[in-house]
Structure formats: C-alpha cells, structure tokens
C-alpha cells in the first residue's frame, strides 16, 4: 500500500501543478502539490500519483557506501 | 531502474550478512519488528531471513492498511454502495478484502454494485466531474503516506464546489498503533510479544519525518532504524538495530536518508492539518480501539464528509471464526499457527485480510514458501531464551 517508485521528471506543467515522469519505460502524468521547488531532471518518489518527495543523489551514494563498509568495519554508520 | 537496482546488488548482500553474522552477539537474540507490510514482503521475496544468523529474527508488524480495517468499515462501505447507491471509488488493495456473510467490494460489484477501482484521488474527482448527477464516495485508506493525497483531493473538491463528491475517511497512524502494539497486555492463549527493536516505515517516514519516532524510542527503549523497502536497506538497517543494541542504545537513526529527513515533507503535513484532524478513538483489526490513532476530516470539510453527508451505521462485525489475523497483526503468532493458512484460506479464496495483501504476512508466507519451513522463522518467540 506504502509501495512508492522513484522516477525522473521529463516535463513539467506549471500551469497544472503536473508532472509528467519516466518510471524505467514508461511515462506518467503525476500531481506535484505536496513537493516544492521540483525541476526537469529530479528524482522523485511517487505514489498514487504524487510526487512525495525528492530522492537525494548524494545521500543515495552515501548509502550505498555504508553497504561496502560494512564488511570493512561496525563504526562507519555512527 | 535507478534507485532500485543498486539497491538489490548480490555482492553488497553478501557484505552485509557477512557483517551481521560477525556483529550479532550470539548469546542474546535480536527480535526487530518490521512496522510496515511493505518490508514483510522484502524480507520474503529476497529471502532475507535466510540471510540472517539464527538469532536474528523479524517479526511481522501491522503496517498494512487493508489488513487492520476492522470488517465493520468495509460493510458500511458496502452499505455506501447498496443502502445509497453512490458510486464507490477506491484503491485496488480494498477491493478482495472481506466483508461480513462472506462479501467484499468485488463481489459487490459483480452483482452491481458501482465500485471502480482507482490508482490515484485524482481518478475519483474525474468520476465525479464526469458524473454530475451521482454521488461519488472516494474509500480512503491508507497511513501517513497515503494521507496527503486524499487531503488534495478534498481540497480541490472544495476549491472547484464539487458538489457530488465525498471521502468516506479511514487513515490511521503509524506511531500510535506501534505504541499500541508496545502496550497490548498479553492475552490468554498467546505468548508475550516481545520485541528489541524496530524497522522504522519507509514511506511513512518521508511524510512524518523521523523525528515522529523519537518519543518511542525513547519512552519504551527501543531502537528504531528508518529503512528503506529494498533488500540492502533491510539488510543495513537490521545491521544498525543489532549495533544499537550491542552498545546499549536506543535512538531513532535513518538508514533511508535519500529519502527521509527528520523534519518530513512540511508541505503535506500541512495539508494534511488543514483538512484532518484526530479521531478520539479508531478500532484497529488486532488491536481493537487505538486512542488518537485516526484521521477524521474537520469540520471546515463537513461538507465533503461521507459520514456526515449519508448515513453511516458504525457497524461492528466479527473475523472470521478460526482466523489469526488479530494475534499475527500483533507479531505474536505466526500465519503457520492459524488452522486456516493454506486449508480453506490462500491468496485465491482469503477468508482474512492478511492473505489479501501482498503486504500482509498470511500472504508473504505462501507466496514465497514459508509455510515449508513451519519451524524457520518460528524459532524467534519459542527459541533462545
């Protein structure tokens, strides 16, 4: 029910307060009223066709780095 | 796709079991319960408990919506339907839920019955643009994430004087039913649940924030790690409950950071405040009534209000005689200790709501196998002392 997908903003339609995003193949059309300030090229996370927030790139590699760390050490995450 | 492959890489896994089999204390257990539906069938289709050492367990949690709608709500919602004949919009997870005698939304609408499954509020109010002469009743369920969007939609109803519109309001909330599930006194005929710390909802907490949780943690002294849905996130986060608990802490940390912050989205929480306010009391499925655990729209949206504009009978209606959903909500039994898993219940014919659910753990269980290894992911509550 909570299920929500990270997708790429190719358009936006100010007018509307829509977006239209990439979703891997696929494009929808997705309400931008609860997120500000989104642009062409974002991340965000949709659910039931709403953006919920934008995905941080930067903590996103952040993460991904604790992955490979935690095989190294069981202080990185503190 | 992007934020999900990197997130299921088999080399990381392997990493990350590694360190939690050398991390975890083999002399005490870890149970973590998993709040949210959405990590229950992560933790299923990746296989993750496999991954995990035998004294590191996931216990199930009640964080999926259509498995803690009591019966009752769902008749009334029936009644919506036959009673007033509105057309009735809503989210396809509600649809094979069931109802009282035997009934659910579906076979409603197979004898009729006007219910259409929507993917998004938006849907409904085109249903209701496009159909001026009905009464249009968007069934909202959902916790914090799914909250926001109902409140747009209502506030776009009253913006445009949508007049044939209504919600039909049943969003819960996360922090309440995890303090329930803390409280519960122990009931006859089932063992004490017991819990060391939690795996904090994903997208729940990109709405709230992951500041909601601190008062948990800090008045039951239980960790919390916000986690992210995907096998790593799970995997990462159970890795810094279990290093929590080694050191003696219990604090709220966010594993799902690319996502979540401490504050949340400010701007649906505050359309979420304009338009709802809290229930006194809710019943939860397994809980039974839950103080301040539920949304109810405020007064300024009466007008929108469903349970205002029709006669809405509280109807109280009981599980089917034999289910385990209540206990198996609660974490304290298992799917495989209900007489019905796989006999007369599965994902065809469910006669409770969590065999509906992919989310629900009757469901998780026989879709990927569990119900094989009846002693596997049992061996938290009866195992090590």
């Not at chain 1, 190719?10 to 696929?26: N, P």
């Not at chain 2, 035998?54 to 498995?67: D, S, Y």
């Not at chain 2, 089932?190 to 008062?215: N, Q, R």
Request: charged share 25%; net charge negative; glycine share 8%.
């Amino acid at each position: 029910m909570c299920l929500a997908l990270p997708a790429k903003i190719i358009a936006i339609d100010a007018a509307t307060d829509m977006a239209t995003v990439a979703l891997g193949e696929v494009n929808k059309e997705v309400s931008l009223a609860l997120i500000d300030d989104a642009q062409v090229d974002d991340f965000v996370l949709i659910h039931v066709g709403y953006a919920l927030n934008k995905i941080s790139q930067e903590e996103a590699e952040k993460t991904l780095r604790l992955f490979a760390e935690a095989g190294l050490s069981g202080e990185m995450t503190r | 796709m992007k934020y999900i492959d990197e997130f299921r890489q088999r080399d990381l896994a392997e990493t990350l079991a590694a360190a939690i089999d050398r991390e975890a204390d083999h002399r005490r257990h870890y149970r973590i319960m998993e709040f949210c539906g959405g990590h229950t069938h992560a933790i299923f289709r990746y296989g993750v408990q496999d991954l995990m050492p035998a004294n590191v367990r996931f216990i199930h949690g009640p964080g999926c919506p259509v498995c803690v709608l009591p019966i009752g709500r769902i008749d009334s919602a029936i009644a919506l339907v036959e009673v007033h004949g509105v057309i009735l919009c809503t989210y396809g997870d509600m649809l094979r839920v069931p109802a009282s005698d035997r009934r659910s939304l579906l076979k409603v609408k197979a004898e009729g019955g006007d219910v259409r499954m929507v993917y998004s509020t938006q849907d409904a109010l085109k249903i209701a643009r496009d159909n001026p002469g009905r009464q249009v009743v968007f069934f909202a369920i959902g916790f914090e994430t799914t909250t926001p969007p109902t409140a747009v939609a209502l506030q776009q109803a009253q913006a445009e004087g949508l007049q044939n519109f209504s919600v039909f309001c049943n969003h819960v909330l996360t922090p309440a039913a995890m303090r329930a599930i803390l409280d519960a006194p122990q009931r006859a005929g089932e063992a004490a649940l017991a819990i060391d710390g939690f795996l904090g909802p994903s997208h729940v907490s990109t709405i709230i924030g992951s500041h909601a949780y601190a008062p948990l943690a800090r008045r039951y002294g239980k960790p919390v790690v916000i986690a992210g849905f995907e096998p790593l996130d799970v995997m990462q986060s159970a890795l810094m409950v279990i290093r929590q608990l080694n050191e003696g802490r219990c604090e709220v940390e966010n594993e799902y950071s690319r996502v979540v912050t401490a504050e949340g989205n400010r701007k649906a929480q505050a359309r979420v405040a304009e338009v709802f306010e809290l229930r006194p009391t809710f019943e939860w499925r397994g809980l039974g009534l839950v103080a301040d655990s539920a949304l109810r729209i405020r007064p300024e949206y009466a007008n929108l209000d469903a349970e205002q504009r029709f006669e809405v009978a509280a109807i109280s209606a009981s599980d089917v005689k034999g289910c385990e959903c209540p206990s198996i909500l609660r974490g304290v039994k298992r799917p495989v200790d209900c007489k019905l898993f796989g006999t007369v219940c599965s994902p065809e014919n469910p006669m409770g709501s969590c065999m509906v659910s992919s989310e629900g753990a009757c469901a998780a269980y026989w879709s990927y196998g569990r119900f094989r290894q009846p002693d596997d992911a049992g061996a938290v509550q009866e195992g090590v002392a």
